[in-house]
């Protein structure tokens, strides 16, 4: 394998070859983790009337401002009732948090700042001419785009379309994406270990990944290292607009992905990058479809999901947030050295005097699932990093959240 990619241009790579997908129309619940597929702009105000933002008296401020402290209850107005009668000079309406402004007025007093004994309010405290006051149109006007194209669909964003009577909108069609393991030793969920055998894991952090990606994950099963049976699962998985193949990518004797993907006419545009998990990951394209070989290692896999079908995945939806948020952490222990490729280590971060720090998560063997398990990170050590002591500092990428920046992975 010569030629390894740095991850940087294995990803670009990969992205160079994505189309976004069509868009549909979806009622805005179900809109919740999806890509929004065009700019929603606001039909309505919001708030759509001047209201109170507290519980007081709505009054002049100018008289206020001019000196006056007593007032005269005219009206009490509650949230959801409209007064169209004017207050006048000399004159408060009590109101409610959220209450229409009734004409004539244009400052509200907290409760807290007055005493009002019968109809007679005295203001303890001035406050300024507006204040207290939400203006119609102050969070969102009509026009506003209140959801760009490409962004990711969460609780704010319903809750931002709903307050401006948004029913449903178009959102990108969730990417298709077929999982299938490959692996003579692999026993499905359920079914008995004989000697030799462990059970397939891959199939299920595959399932996780793509799930939480806002892609839709299709499980074929297993594979058997047989010519046959790979072609047959691999035809079958290249009707989806993604496919995630797992194990059988490597140098071994029963490693049929490649010789199949090609038979099948999958385009290859590459294989094996200088990452440490996950070396010997396969790209190609069949038309529109995204062909990935990751390596069978539990860790190797995830990690590659991480590293470039994850931002595939998103960028097939149209997303602009692609990559996983980075920070940078120093060492909690002795760094070792690295070899020929970059190491992703998996780490823990704590925040300690100002700053994150990064523990790894036990031993670092590409089968390990737990050390995956247990990890806030990913921390890259560039390749041939002689080791360092405690304290070095290194970019340590997250396993969660969202980010429009890539991290800076070491070359
Ligand atoms: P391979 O890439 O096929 O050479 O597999 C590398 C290692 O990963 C071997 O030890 C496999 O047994 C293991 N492996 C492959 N596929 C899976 C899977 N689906 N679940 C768990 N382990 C796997
Ligand atoms: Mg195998």
Not at 398 to 411: C, I, N
Request: proline content about 8%; charged content about 25%.
């Amino acid at each position: 394998m010569t030629g390894l990619l740095p991850i940087g241009d294995a990803l670009d790579a990969v992205l160079a070859e994505v189309r976004t997908l069509p868009t549909e129309r979806v009622p805005l619940l179900e809109a919740l983790g999806r890509a929004a597929g065009e700019d929603v702009v606001a039909a309505e105000r919001v708030p759509s009337f001047d209201n109170s933002a507290m519980d007081g008296y709505a009054l002049r401020g100018e008289e206020l401002a001019g000196g006056r402290r007593t007032f005269r209850v005219v009206v009490e107005i509650p949230a959801g009732h409209h007064v169209d009668t004017p207050v006048g000079a000399g004159e408060a309406a009590k109101i409610m948090t959220g209450a229409p402004l009734p004409p004539g007025v244009d400052t509200v007093v907290p409760v807290e700042l007055t005493t009002q004994a019968g109809d007679e309010l005295t203001v303890r405290e001035p406050v300024a001419p507006g204040a207290n006051v939400r203006r119609a149109g102050e969070d969102v006007a009509p026009g506003d785009v209140v959801l760009p194209r490409g962004a990711r669909v969460g609780p704010a964003e319903t809750g931002l379309l709903a307050s401006v009577g948004v029913t449903d909108l178009e959102v990108t069609r969730r990417p298709r994406v077929a999982i299938l393991a490959t692996g003579s030793e692999l026993v499905a969920q359920g079914e008995p270990v004989g000697p030799g055998q462990i059970r397939d894991s891959n199939s299920f952090t595959a399932f996780g990944q793509v799930l939480e990606a806002g892609a839709e994950p299709v499980a074929l099963g297993i594979a058997r290292d047989d010519l046959d049976e790979t072609r047959r699962l691999i035809a079958a998985a290249l009707e989806h607009d993604v496919v995630l193949t797992s194990g059988g990518v490597s140098v071994g004797e029963f490693d049929f992905v490649k010789q199949v993907q090609e038979e099948l006419g999958v385009e290859r545009r590459f294989w094996g990058v200088k990452t440490k998990p996950g070396k010997p990951l396969a790209f190609g394209v069949r038309g529109q479809t995204l062909v990935f070989g990751v390596p069978g290692n539990p860790v190797a896999a995830m990690v590659s999901f991480e590293l470039y079908i994850r931002p595939a995945l998103l960028a097939l939806q149209g997303r602009v947030d692609l990559y996983r948020p980075y920070v940078t952490a120093a060492a909690a222990e002795p760094v070792r050295g690295t070899k020929e490729r970059v190491e992703a280590r998996r780490c823990r971060l704590e925040h300690r005097d100002g700053g994150w720090v990064f523990t790894t998560t036990g031993p670092q063997g590409s089968g390990i699932l737990r050390s995956m398990a247990l990890a806030d990170g990913l921390v890259f050590i560039p390749a041939r990093h002689p080791g360092a002591a405690a304290g070095e500092s290194f970019v340590v990428m997250l396993l969660d959240g969202r980010s429009r920046e890539r991290p800076p992975y070491p070359a």
